[in-house]
């Protein structure tokens, strides 16, 4: 079983930055296909980004050339790196991981985190 810790989220001015983490714990990760998706209120989860070893990442249209998606294997971490941050940027923030890559955008994934808030002043 798969567990999985994210943190780093905060509140920041628009066009400010954030890097969010998430810890993989329980078993290792660096086999599985991981990514963020977001949902913000009223809204249904998306798709964010999506990473995987060999694998070119994947960008929701709406964060390519802002966001970043990186993975420490050694460590069994994933990040988000969030520039140029727009209010519309304003989520709870998750974490998740599939042993199909071809999986992971769709959002019907093997584990999830619980969420961190990243929240985007004007």
């Known amino acids: 079983q798969v567990q999985l810790v994210e943190s780093g989220g905060g509140l920041v001015q628009a066009g400010g930055s954030l890097r969010p983490s998430c810890a993989a714990s329980?078993?290792?990760?660096?086999?599985?296909?991981a990514g963020w998706f977001r949902q913000a209120p009223g809204k249904e989860r998306e798709f964010v980004a999506g990473?995987?070893?060999?694998?070119?990442?994947l960008y929701a249209d709406s964060v390519t050339g802002r966001f970043t998606i990186s993975r420490d294997y050694a460590k069994d971490m994933v990040y988000l790196q969030m520039n140029s941050l727009k209010p519309e940027d304003t989520a709870v923030y998750y974490c998740?991981?599939?042993?199909?890559?071809?999986?992971?955008?769709?959002?019907?994934?093997?584990?999830w985190g619980q969420g961190t808030q990243v929240t985007v002043s004007s």
């Open positions: 990473t995987w070893s060999g694998g070119t990442p």
């Open positions: 329980g078993r290792t990760i660096e086999n599985y296909a």
């Open positions: 998740a991981a599939d042993r199909t890559p071809g999986r992971l955008r769709s959002g019907d994934n093997d584990y």
